[in-house]
């Protein structure tokens, strides 16, 4: 990690970044950076380190109600589904359409029941939205009509982040209410690998702290095709490229939080195209979590991709290793894992639901094994050997039944004669199921209908109200 | 770790084991054992920690052909499909039957051509002999002619390792030559839990040297059925009872390579259902592991199971999950992780080329990240940067990209458009391939043809001549 660190500082200082924005030129300039003769800002290794120090080391996503409240510090994991496919799976079909502006209504919902997922964001793109600021609003309106989780925004230009404020606000109630309890981030990728800024996405980096919460950096060059081959040589990178990202926002906003978000993915070589399920990938978000808590900032990761378009058995090790290495590793938010299918190109209900259920695997993988006079179970194993011969009976058992194991509701624990007698149904059939309960009937109000009727009547919104019931007959 | 293993030594110190056999009693009570007020067998501590001591902490699973020997030892990883199923999931099948001599067979020739798989046992259980005798032998031929990698025979009574050596021998050529180099192991589960030692499988156990090779003694109590319910006790339970297996071997033949097998399980406490797929399981099997590397003993665990029936996506997280956990905490063999389905009732072919991908990934993982001047890349970054702009073709993408990277025959990495031009396959229709391409096409001649006649002469060998070509049309 020193290694990585410190060759990540040499790049900075050495080869710096190019195409800074002016914005971060002009304070960048007065705090001891300079423009090499290439044309690219170059950053002291002492700011740098000055600049992660004087990051805060914990942050919060807020919820909307305050019931799911995110603390981002130490080792604390959560969960998000991630983004941005532009292709929906339908329940039941093997078939990716363009997403749209529903799909990412009923997403939202989805995630709304989803006990283990924590957050949301813009899981899908609605594609046929192709206007820029209605996209961005639409986006925002259809997620935060759907779940009250913390939702993180996504703007493709700067300017929309007025809009958003303007509807926060009154979802919130008032400026202030939301101030108080802010209840959704933004932020994006600024640095285009290798090494260059990007321009519309710095300038929302350094506005993102208007929304209240941690400005979200993320990067995510790709092994072998924007960053190096050598695993170690696209880790240097990619924290060089992150904390560029992270000096966009402390130069700009001192002492903002930051959610640190080094995200180096894989090409497949054969073929250069994006890989996000091997063992590569696995290693590189585990690393980049070790790394970020080695700095002691908030941070996030991409883990719990699959490369498979079916929502089959490939779909299932792929996400469960990269996950669960992501999170023993104590990544701060672990995303892409809910329902993100074929390297992020689409996404599927069904396979939100089941990832669901193995992230609660994963929660109680976390929580380890507790270790106590009383759980080491001495008088207990004494009872038993000159009592009654087994253990289902004792009051340990009875009174440990409901806390020390997670009892899985969707995966598969029956006899081979039960599972065949009820139809052999595969893990996909259960989560149609489920999805399909939950989709035809959770359509919650999370907005004040009149609230809504203002912002309907103040924004572009392109979610139909007759898709927003029950009676829509969508599901 | 140090708490569980004073709480270990604690119960063999004062609760003991019931029903040691003569032969096991005979010497442990001149090593200062005794036998307690309620006729249970208590082990002095400094015993118990002279025994591990005196254990060997290397031990070798060895091949036929010398090919893949297996070295367990510090933190070595191997994998081994596990067993004893009692029923075969056909391929494209969704109904689990009785396991059958040829499926065992075949199950071996599967495994001989499975890269990742790096040994072989008694996986499915020929469920039509029902002859012990008849049954020990069968197996054991019906192993060796499959494959020649490491098989791991199993006795039901120890007078039919007689058998199987004379077997050994002729198929080695020699009683010298497969001294020299034994290819075979056996041992047991010589302990019935709580704390009692089972006759048959103790006398095997105690006999188990006789094959050359490690004797493996493997404990599986069930958390809140026949071990505590608290995690932390039944790993105390586990340790107390796999000490009291490899005691049964050190006291009888000292300083004999031991396989330390702590394979703690969990009862899904809902029903009492044996479970294998879930978080708790994990972590037992990781924490089991870790133990045993505290202790520096070759060891071995049970991982990579579901509770799955269907080849599914449950059944892909579950294996993954705890699969990766027993890796990284450094278990020498990882057993149950090759086709084993539904906690351990059924075996698939195709979850065996599956999982066979799956483990390829494990073990990238457990390669890690080489940090080095040159894979820090910071010289490459340079390059690239101020030249072509991407990595894609630099010398040392082309260089690393044969070994950085493992690259999947199986796992899909198709865009979603040319995945359902293909016909929207699953990872199990593409297992179901390779299955049949193998099975129809791999008869090995492991066994000399001359020495077959005479092993067909000498032991009722049930597998017909003609199952073991490709022209018998099974495949």
Known sequence: MERIHETALDVLENIGVANAVPRLQEVALKKGCRISDSGRLVFPRTLVED?????????????????????????????????????????????????????????????????????????????EITDHRAHDINTAYASLAGTNKHVELNFTHTGHINDALDMLYLIAGSEKAYRDHPFCSTGGCPVVSPLT?????????????????????????????????????????????????????????????????????????????????????????????????????????????????AVDNQAGYERGITTVLAALAGSNVISEVGGMMGSLLGCSFESMVIDNEMLGMVQRILRGIEVTDETLSYHVIEDVVYGAGHYLGHPQTLELMGSEFLYPTLADRKSPEEWEENGSHDIRDKARERTRSILSSHYPTHIDPAVDKVLRERFPLQLPVEAMTATSGRW
Request: charged share 15%.
């Open 197 to 309: 800024y990007g321009e519309d996405n710095s300038e929302v980096c350094i506005d993102a702290p208007r929304l209240g919460s941690p400005a979200s950096v993320i990067i995510a060059p790709q092994a072998g095709a924007t960053s190096p081959a050598a695993l170690a040589g696209t880790l240097v990178q990619a924290m060089a490229e992150t904390l560029a990202g992270l000096l966009l926002v402390q130069l700009t906003t001192p002492g903002h939080p930051v959610l640190f978000g080094v995200w180096p993915f894989v090409s497949d070589l054969r073929t250069g195209a994006f890989s996000g399920g091997g063992g590569e990938q696995a290693l590189l978000a585990a690393a980049a979590a070790q790394i970020s808590n080695f700095y002691n900032l908030p941070c996030s990761v991409g883990a719990g991709m699959t490369d498979s378009k």
């Open 51 to 127: 600049c992660i120090a004087g990051t805060p080391k914990t942050a919060f996503y807020l919820s909307r109600d305050g019931s799911r409240d995110l603390e981002m510090s130490g080792r604390r994991v959560h969960f998000d589904p991630g983004g941005e496919a532009i292709s929906t799976l339908d329940v039941g079909a093997n078939i990716y359409r363009p997403s749209t502006l529903i799909d990412l209504y009923d997403f939202a919902r989805l995630t709304d029941k989803m006990e283990h997922l924590d957050s949301f964001g813009k899981v899908v793109v609605p594609t």
